[in-house]
Structures are given as C-alpha cells and as structure tokens.
Nanobody, 117 residues
Framework: QVQLQESGPGQAKPSQTLSLTCTVAGGSITTNYYYWSWIRQAPGKGLEWMGA???????YDSPSLKSRTSISRDTAKNQFTLPLSSVTPEDTAVYYCARGHSSLDYWGQGPLVTVSS
C-alpha cells in the first residue's frame, strides 16, 4: 500500500515562495515507470494539475505555472518537493501530492494552504 503525506506551512504571505514536500511510503519514487504529481484545488474550483516528476527525474510542468515552480526530489528520503514562487491570494488551495500523471491512483490527504497578508 502506497501512502503519501504532504508537509509544509499552512499559511504564506503574498510574494513569498511556498514550499511543500511529499513523503512517500510503501514504494520508491524511482521505481519504473511511476510519476509523482502535485495537484491543487482552490475553494469552489476544480482540480488543477500543477506538475510532475518522473521515476527518472524528468520534469513535467503545467504551462500556466511553469515560470513559478520546479519540482525536485530527494531520493534518499523518498520525497519530492513543490516550490511555488510569488504567491498571491489566488494560490489559496488544498494542495495534494499523488502517484501518477494523467491517471492518479494514490493521493495524500491534502493540506489547506492560505495566502494572505
């Protein structure tokens, strides 16, 4: 059973860089041919895929967020991290990490991150 757990601050101020980490248990993030994604859901809106990192380390960015984020990983800790720069209140959302790319089978619980001054 694969388990994912997000960690990071629950609040951020506008213009800051938000950093969230996903710790994976029950499976390695380097196992062929899995992908690991970040997804968010703003209040009252649908799910938004933010980007992914592959088992190989290759990165897949969302065109709408490409300039603000670059997913990285720590294979020794079996973690992958999402930095999101220049946050605004519009970045307030529940942030999920999940296994997969276009099809996602395991999800973290998703913390709410609020951006406000």
């Amino acid at each position: 059973q694969v388990q994912l757990q997000e960690s990071g601050p629950g609040q951020a101020k506008p213009s800051q860089t938000l950093s969230l980490t996903c710790t994976v248990a029950g499976g390695s993030i380097t196992t062929n041919y899995y992908y690991w994604s970040w997804i968010r859901q703003a209040p009252g809106k649908g799910l938004e895929w933010m980007g992914a990192i592959a088992y190989s380390g290759s990165l897949y960015d969302s065109p709408s967020l490409k300039s603000r984020t670059s997913i990285s990983r720590d294979t020794a800790k079996n973690q992958f991290t999402l930095p999101l720069s220049s946050v605004t209140p519009e970045d307030t959302a529940v942030y999920y990490c999940a296994r997969g790319h276009s099809s996602l089978d395991y999800w973290g619980q998703g913390p709410l991150v609020t951006v406000s001054s």
